[in-house]
């Protein structure tokens, strides 16, 4: 898959993710699961997404088919115009190295790396990576990227895991709950990091939370339910992160 | 992949206790296959350029007597290519400040001090002077056992006569690489020696002046030496000829080879265990490795890893563990090669030994290991690398459980909660069970069947020297001799009884098939030489037809009842047909027995007898040396008991070697193989021992729930392991079953329980190491961490 980099168009805001009549049933057994009902959704260039909803409403489950982690049921989803249902194992792979940075629920950093070692890992294969050392001041960590994964608070484990998926100048970035373990002041430090890279690069971001408050800083509000898009909600102006509270 | 490579060594530095102990079972697998194959091609290299250089012949034929000239017509059989002639004779020695028998063979070197073939080495001093009737080269093991230099003499009986002889010089030859006494067991450096006498003296002193009594032929090249030896049968017949045979069937080369059969068949075997017990720790190691880091698989691919390079990643794990363990296994191996090759340059006197590793033995030995090593991992690498990122990133479903077959065959009642935890933990997995038990089951395998040969030894020995010959000294005639002889010995001071026997060459025909061996005359009730039925029970001899050994008989096709062609190779030299009466059980060597009397009589001969098995009285035993010394008719006299402590004497730092490299290599897979799974469980189950803690159980019960298992897998593997080992045991036995000894599989309970100590011992060696660590579970830590 030859995707090239995001160029502005004249018309109008670009699409860069689109999803048709996307599901996705995980299989137990004889239990079906179904996670996504049908999703059809745009994501524009540039714009940064927040998702809401309530718990098991498909949003991870949504997150990962876009970052290419999962594939889905039933439907489609294009990034750039090129079909990611449709994609073999080496052209995601190729997908998720150049263009996708991810921040996951629960951190994923790998326990026998130091936090610029987990950084590392990923700008060592990134096509026009930040310095792992720059990455890791974004987050406001400079001073502990010799400290393992065990030696980090939750909320300094989710900082590495921001710095490690904006280290690579992705062309999206999907975040998981990126503030779930963090109290307002450290959260908003990440928020801001988000959104300056997202201002500053024209990084198409999601973010999923389980924060109304955090919602405030998004061009626009996707809410999920039972695995169907509800409400899209579109902001007018965007906060500041350090003006939202929770 | 820098960042990578940090993972890479810090999860080996943390798994490094298990990656240890499979570096030692590779190392050791790798060892035993170095050590064995080095020794075996450095002996082979050794043997063929010695034979090479010194000129080893490729046909031996002895005989009576025949003028000269007969070499010549020898030279137009075709094949033949070189010819030499020779006198040999047997005599008896008398060394200073050594009261017992010696026996030599004593072999003519052309007069020029050169023989065409079957050259000397002459190690110190120097050849002969053929003017001087009394110099002697002697063979260098007899040298070294007796401390003897150039310049030394010793006494011996040459033809009847008594002589002084002067040692010039110590020499080697490939005709005797190993040296022992036809009918021996294994060599007797101390009585037994090879000496060489000018042709002129030696023929002078045999009456053998332009007349030879042995020949020695190489065959000219694509000759095949049945058709030599044809030609020589033929040829010799009229001279006495005793029945020529090649290369396979001389006695130093023979045992040479086998040897060498012998250590290429273990060489077959123990690697391949060491290396199958290898690749299912690693497999077992790296797949619970992955399954941990699932999820790490998973944000690695999510990043764009692909799976190539996330596969590459744990193949390199096995690669360093595999590598580490050939470098120590061949380094070990040469080590271990060489001293074995020291061992075996006491039995073979080789002039130098030639140690060479062939790159191509190291790079088998690796590449082998390697493969193993990464068909045992590679695919749970390769499933863990095929899961979708999402999926993978999810925890692992818990385990499931089942009522084990003992709590639905209604014991549940009886057992406690954490007897109930160990048996459904087995059961859950009986897959990896099962491969714990077998892996544990082979490291007493692995003992018993390197500790096997001396139990088998054992039980030989006591066959042939308790059972079936009882005598305290055999002595043998120059030429048949009359039963006077035989009271001759009786009157002898100290003789306590004697038993006169017959001993006459001869070739043994069954259909197409044919042994080269000697047919034994023995007495009525004879109680000196028994024969030994299937059983291991004493039988008389039949007073007609023959018996044969076990070996033979099925060697030849042939069953009782049947009519035997025997072909005697002396005297007149008929050829009879008799019935063959039965088989008897025999562990060394192949013959015929008959009655004496009904063999001399075969014969025609009256009653000849070849020699005396004599009973002794201890007190009187250096006087009837010396008196034995002193009869001319007197060939040469064997004392059993020295023989069986020779036999351990020259056996015992070959067998205290392979019993000590056993143990080591058996303790090493036990250890290997219960460290490695209990860590695993330990790891597994750490959250569960750590809950059972805060529930309020008891370091001891936890405990009891850990180690019982191990315990319990320990003790069930010890039963197969023995099955396992005796099955090797069979299987080695059959391999190197020949000829000259059929290896009996007689394993001692020393043995068992020696393969099922070292097995406890390592077991609750790595129970204690991982008792310590269960001891100083952090309760607090275990619980926090998601697994
Ligand atoms: N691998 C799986 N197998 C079976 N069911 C799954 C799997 N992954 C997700 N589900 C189910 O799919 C549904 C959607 O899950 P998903 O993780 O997308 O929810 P979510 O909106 O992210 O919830 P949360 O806010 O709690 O993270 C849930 O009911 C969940 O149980
Ligand atoms: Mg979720």
């Known amino acids: 898959m030859d995707i090239t980099r995001l160029q502005n168009d004249s018309s109008g805001p670009r699409i860069v993710f689109r999803t048709r009549c996307l599901t996705k049933v995980y299989e137990m057994g004889a239990l079906k699961v179904h996670a996504l009902r049908g999703i059809d959704l745009e994501f524009y260039a540039g714009e940064l997404v927040v998702l809401l909803g309530p718990s098991g409403s498909g949003k991870s489950t949504l997150l990962n088919i876009l970052g290419g982690l999962d594939t889905a049921s039933g439907g489609q989803v294009t990034y750039l115009g090129k079909d990611l249902t449709r994609a073999g194992d080496r052209e995601l792979t190729e997908y998720r190295r150049y263009h996708v940075g991810f921040v996951f629920q629960f951190y994923n950093l790998i326990p026998s790396l130091t936090a610029i070692e987990n950084v590392a890992v990923v700008t060592e294969i990134a096509n026009k990576p930040m310095k792992p050392e720059d990455a890791l001041a974004v987050v406001g960590l400079a001073d502990r990227q010799d400290h393992f994964p065990s030696q980090l608070s939750g909320g300094e484990q989710q900082r590495v895991a921001i710095a490690r998926a904006i280290s690579k100048n992705p062309d999206v970035l999907l975040c998981d709950e990126p503030t779930g373990a963090l109290d307002s002041a450290t959260g908003v430090v990440v928020l801001e990091a988000l959104e300056r890279v997202n201002r500053e690069l024209g990084t198409t971001t999601v973010i999923i939370t389980h924060n109304v408050d955090i919602a405030g800083m998004a061009d626009r509000v996707v809410h999920l339910s039972n695995g169907l898009v509800t409400t899209i909600h579109k902001n007018t102006s965007r906060k500041s992160p350090a003006d939202l509270h929770w | ?787």
């Open chain 2, 1 to 787: 992949m820098k960042a990578l490579d940090h993972k890479l060594w810090r999860d080996l530095w943390k798994m490094k206790g298990q990656a240890l102990a499979i570096c030692l079972v590779i190392a050791s697998g790798v060892c035993t296959y170095v050590m064995l194959i080095s020794t075996m091609q450095s002996l082979n290299v050794t043997r063929d350029m010695f034979y090479g250089d010194y000129g080893f012949s490729d046909v031996f034929a002895p005989l009576k007597r025949a003028p000269e000239n007969v070499a010549r017509r020898v030279t137009e059989i075709p094949g033949v290519s070189q010819v030499e002639t020779r006198v040999v004779a047997n005599v008896k020695l008398d060394v200073r400040g050594f009261p017992e028998p010696v026996n030599a063979r004593l072999q003519s070197i052309p007069d020029d001090g050169k023989p065409v073939l079957n050259r000397l080495f002459i190690r110190r001093g120097r050849s002969v002077d053929p003017a001087k009737d009394n110099e002697v080269i002697v063979s260098e093991a007899f040298a070294d056992a007796h401390r003897f230099s150039p310049g030394d003499s010793l006494g011996a009986v040459i033809n009847g006569r008594w002589k002084t002889l002067v040692i010039v010089g110590i020499a080697l030859s490939p005709e005797f690489v190993l040296q022992t006494r036809p009918g021996a067991i294994s060599p007797d450096y101390k009585r037994y020696a090879i000496l060489w006498m000018g042709r002129t003296p030696l023929g002078t002193a045999y009456n053998m002046k332009g007349a030879f009594n042995d020949l020695v032929v190489t065959l000219s090249p694509g000759a095949r030496a049945e058709d030599v030896i044809s030609g020589l049968d033929n040829l010799l017949e009229r001279y006495g000829g005793l029945g020529a045979y090649s290369r396979e069937n001389q006695i130093s080369h023979r045992f040479l080879t086998e040897e060498f059969k012998q250590l290429q068949r273990s060489a077959q075997i123990f690697p391949v265990i060491f290396i199958a017990v290898a690749g299912f720790l690693l497999n077992v190691v790296i797949s619970r490795t992955v399954s941990t880091q699932r999820d790490q698989i998973a944000a690695l691919k999510a990043f764009g890893y692909d799976n190539l390079s996330i596969g590459i990643h744990y193949v390199k794990m096995v690669l360093l563990i595999v590598l580490i363990g050939v470098a120590i296994g061949i380094g070990a191996g040469i080590w271990l090669g060489r001293g074995l090759g020291r061992i075996y340059m006491e039995f073979y006197r080789f002039p130098y030994l030639m140690y060479e590793l062939k790159p191509s033995v190291a790079i088998t030995a690796g590449m082998i290991s390697i493969f193993s090593a990464l068909a045992g991992t590679l695919f749970s690498v390769r499933a863990a690398s095929l899961l979708p990122p999402a999926e993978a990133m999810r925890p692992e479903p818990p385990a499931r459980f089942r009522r084990t077959v003992l709590e639905h065959i209604g014991l549940g009642r009886v057992l406690s909660q954490p007897t109930r935890i160990i048996l459904r933990n087995m059961e859950r997995r009986p897959v990896k069970t099962m491969l714990t038990v077998t892996g544990i089951s082979l490291s007493s395998a692995v003992m018993i069947a390197g500790m096997f040969s001396k139990d088998a030894v054992d039980f030989m020995v006591d066959v042939q020297f308790r059972l079936h010959h009882r005598e305290d000294m055999s002595v043998t005639f120059v030429d048949p001799a009359s039963k006077k002889a035989l009271y001759e010995l009786k009157r002898m001071r100290g003789v306590v009884y004697a038993e006169p026997f017959r001993s006459v060459p001869c070739r043994l025909r069954f259909g197409h098939r044919s042994y080269r061996t000697s047919v034994e005359g023995i007495e009525q009730g004879s109680r000196l030489y028994r024969l030994l039925d299937m059983s291991l029970q004493a039988i008389d001899v039949p007073r007609s037809g023959i018996i044969l050994t076990d070996y033979l008989g099925s060697m030849l096709g042939i069953r009782g009842g049947d009519m035997l062609t025997v072909e005697v190779l002396e005297g007149n030299r008929p050829e009879i047909r008799v019935p063959v009466a039965g088989l008897v059980k025999q562990y060394i060597g192949l013959m015929g027995f008959m009655d004496l009397s009904e063999l001399n009589k075969v014969m025609k001969e009256g009653n000849a007898i070849s020699g005396a098995y004599l009973s002794v009285d201890e007190k009187y035993r250096p006087e009837i040396y010396r008196r034995l010394v002193e009869m001319p008719r007197v060939a040469g006299a064997v004392v059993r008991k020295d023989e069986i402590r020779n036999f351990y004497e020259t056996q015992a730092e070959a067998l205290l070697f392979f019993t000590f490299v056993a143990s080591v290599l058996g303790g090493i897979i036990a250890f290997g193989v219960v460290y490695n799974s209990a860590r695993i469980s330990l790891a597994e189950r750490s959250r569960e021992l750590a809950s059972l803690r805060v529930l309020g159980y008891t370091r001891g019960e936890i405990s009891y729930i850990f180690l019982g298992e191990l315990a319990c897998l320990t003790l069930v593997s010890i039963p197969p392991g023995f099955v396992i080992g005796k099955g090797i045991c069979i299987y080695v036995a059959k391999a190197l079953e020949s000829d000259l000894f059929r290896i009996p599989v007689i394993i001692g309970n020393g043995t068992y329980a020696l393969a099922a100590a070292v097995v406890l011992v390592s077991a609750c060696l790595s129970g204690l190491i991982v008792r310590h660590r269960l001891d100083h579970l952090d309760l607090v830590a275990v619980l926090k961490t998601k697994e």
